[in-house]
């Protein structure tokens, strides 16, 4: 492997790391936002909901983009407007500041989200072998060390902005000079909407024929990894949102016991992450993908039934192993189904991530409060074992439909020269 894929490797992985981080960072710090602000507890959904959203008018906005910018200038320049935003948010006093900072954060975290997942799987097209887990496991590692460096900000009393200020200034020109070594795909961002035209956009008529049975396929072939995104992270969100809570009021844990699940949770997908590659190149995709799902819904099985909360703690542990490999396996499933306009598939899909956050939280909240939150659990139990039945999707070439007829080759359909 030459030493640009290397460097090119080594960036991406920090940039995932920084993004990890900086996430962190936010959401740990939230009753300290809430509280700098002046946010009521009926604004605060509002505020958090929004994030989430403008990420996904993000993601939508990189989808047209990299059809004129490579997404290595995208990534560039994202993740220094998050980074900013994050400072923002910890310098303002004012309610119009906090919406500011927190639009342009969600804005361009969503075409960073985006524009990351798209290098990283342009890169693990050209090493021949999976590697994709393992920038997510970077970003886990952020994410375990934004989270405790906003501890330490807390349990020293330290202001938003004392605390954002240093792992600024150190992650700004540090993903700055990094990103120096991106290394782009060159694949095409079109979609079906591009089918049939030719290097200078003209269409071709024959291939033109064609495009809105191309579109359904399209869509046919993309919907079954939208919704694995999905129930992934809403498996996900239950656990950032809810597992503090669980703990301390339904398995009666002390307050401070209560503040370890979730650590748990991101140090088991570290550790998943930075062994799955080396279980998909052994044992492939649809396994890994297969076994995942199994071991997460044991985890929310564990759980829902757990008799006090050590047994409770075994749950979320095996949450972290079985779901950290379903988001990154699903990025790259994407990129294998569309290799000539990976771009846009992985940005259309990355929204789906948004989708699985903002439908988690409320979720398990609205039916603990009417039923009761063991019950509650089964749900994102329930959908994440409905993976199982989507697996096939994420094998190297995947040649049915699911109803018996054979699938013809993806980049076939409708194709021109910019994809499908």
């Avoid at 240093?166 to 991106?182: D, K």
């Avoid at 995947?398 to 499908?420: F, I, K, Q």
Wanted: with cysteine; net charge neutral; hydrophobic share 50%.
């Amino acid at each position: 492997m030459t030493d640009v894929l290397r460097r090119g490797r080594a960036s991406l992985a920090f940039s995932f790391f920084a993004q990890g981080a900086t996430f962190a960072l936010l959401v740990t710090r939230i009753p300290a936002i809430q509280d700098r602000y002046g946010v009521s507890d009926a604004l605060l959904p509002a505020f958090l909901a929004a994030v989430p959203i403008l990420a996904g008018v993000g993601s939508v906005t990189t989808e047209q983009l990299v059809k004129r910018i490579r997404p290595s200038r995208l990534l560039r320049w994202s993740q220094p407007v998050v980074l900013l935003a994050l400072l923002g948010v910890g310098s303002g006093d004012r309610l119009v500041e906090l919406a500011v900072a927190l639009g342009a954060f969600g804005l361009a975290v969503g075409a960073l989200d985006a524009s990351m997942n798209m290098l990283g799987v342009s890169l693990q097209r050209t090493y021949g072998r999976s590697i994709m887990l393992g920038f997510h496991a970077t970003y886990s590692l952020g994410g375990i060390v934004g989270a405790s460096l906003a501890w330490v900000g807390a349990h020293w009393h330290l202001s938003l902005f004392v605390s954002y200020l240093p792992v600024v200034l150190v992650l700004l020109p540090a993903a700055f000079v990094g990103s120096r070594w991106y290394v782009d795909g060159g694949a095409a961002s079109g979609l079906e909407a591009d089918a049939g035209a030719d290097a200078d956009g003209n269409v071709d008529a024959e291939a033109g024929k064609g495009q809105g049975e191309s579109g359904a396929l399209v869509f046919r072939l993309l919907l079954p990894l939208c919704l694995v995104m999905t129930f992934a992270y809403i498996g996900d969100s239950t656990v950032s949102n809810w597992s503090a809570k669980y703990l301390q009021d339904v398995l009666g844990s002390s307050e401070q016991l209560a503040t370890v699940p979730y650590n748990v949770y991101m140090v088991m997908t570290l550790v998943g992450r930075a062994v799955g590659d080396f279980g998909v190149r052994r044992f492939g995709a649809v396994a890994v993908v297969r076994l995942g799902a199994v071991v997460a819904a044991l985890g929310f099985a564990v759980v829902a039934v757990a008799p006090g909360a050590w047994v409770g703690m075994l749950g979320f542990t095996l949450l972290g192993l079985g779901l950290c490999v379903l988001v990154p396996q699903t990025f790259a499933a994407a990129g294998r189904l569309f290799p000539g306009a990976s771009d846009a598939a992985i940005a259309r899909l990355n929204i789906f991530n948004y989708v699985g956050f903002l439908i988690g939280s409320p979720l398990v909240g609205a039916l603990g409060d009417a039923w009761n939150y063991r019950g509650a659990m089964l749900v994102p139990m329930v959908l994440v074992l409905a993976t199982l039945g989507y697996a096939r999707s994420f094998a190297p070439e995947p040649d049915r439909y699911g109803d018996g007829h054979e699938r013809p080759r993806t980049a076939d359909v409708g194709r021109g020269s910019n994809g499908l």
